[in-house]
């Protein structure tokens, strides 16, 4: 079975500065991994995903992540952050096309 | 591209009555669509996977009988709440997998529908 953790449930930053999310899996098979971002009431987008080769993927809207296979991890990036990215963002993997979540991070960006 | 359509997007419906949620995929073909459910602040649950021209797959723990899917075509899935209650309130939202695409392995999103039984 695969499971995803998202260690951080909110974060608060200040527009401008970087953020980090951090998302640990566990899997005994190869997967997938995907960041999406959940606007309010609204469904999910994907931002980015990896799926092999390079292990820093870049994805839409600045971000960025880094796949660990040593550490299990996908950490979600970008180095600056606006008022417009207040949202909820998933990590999830994927295995036999089906997804597992993790529980979500809120991001809150102030002025 | 990639667009995925749910309607209707909020639904209030009376305790004992069946709402039928649809999910379309507009600018693509979907072998497999998937339905999930997200109670407030909370993150997305797979209740089943619905395979176009054959028998939703459910998770453990969700009553096929009550959640009803329909995959009739390679654009829509239908999900029926049956005899809705009030613990059925929730978030539903729907993926579909681009199964003609270069990218069979990731899933498009619907914008969601809100269901509130009173």
């Known amino acids: 079975a695969q499971s995803v953790t998202q260690l951080d449930s909110q974060v608060p930053v200040f527009e401008e500065a970087p953020v980090e999310l951090r998302c640990n899996y566990s899997s005994s098979v190869s997967v997938y991994l995907f960041w999406y971002v959940q606007y309010p009431n609204q469904g999910l987008q994907l931002l980015l995903k990896?799926?092999?080769?390079?292990?820093l993927v870049k994805g839409i809207n600045g971000f960025e992540a880094e796949f660990n296979k040593s550490q299990t991890s996908f950490h979600l990036r970008k180095p600056s952050v606006h008022i417009s990215d207040t949202a909820e963002y998933f990590c999830?993997?994927?295995?036999?096309?089906?997804?597992?979540f993790g529980a979500g991070t809120t991001v809150t960006v102030r002025a | 591209g990639a667009v995925v359509s749910q309607h209707p997007s909020w639904v209030i419906c009376k305790s004992g009555t069946s709402v039928k949620i649809e999910c379309r995929s507009l600018?693509?073909?979907?072998?497999?669509m998937f339905w999930y459910r997200q109670f407030p602040k909370q993150s997305l649950m797979l209740m089943a996977t619905s395979n176009e021209g054959s028998k939703a797959t459910y998770e453990q723990g969700v009553e096929k009988d009550k959640f009803l899917i329909n995959h009739a075509s390679l654009t829509l899935s239908t999900l029926t709440v049956t005899s809705a209650h009030p613990e059925d309130s929730s978030f539903y939202i729907c993926?579909?997998?681009?199964?003609?695409?270069?990218?069979?392995?990731?899933?498009?999103f619907g914008p969601g529908t809100r269901l509130t039984v009173l």
């Open positions: 999830a993997v994927s295995y036999d096309y089906k997804l597992s």
């Open positions: 990896y799926l092999s080769g390079s292990t």
């Open positions: 993926s579909a997998r681009d199964s003609g695409g270069a990218s069979t392995d990731t899933q498009y």
């Open positions: 600018d693509f073909q979907a072998t497999t």
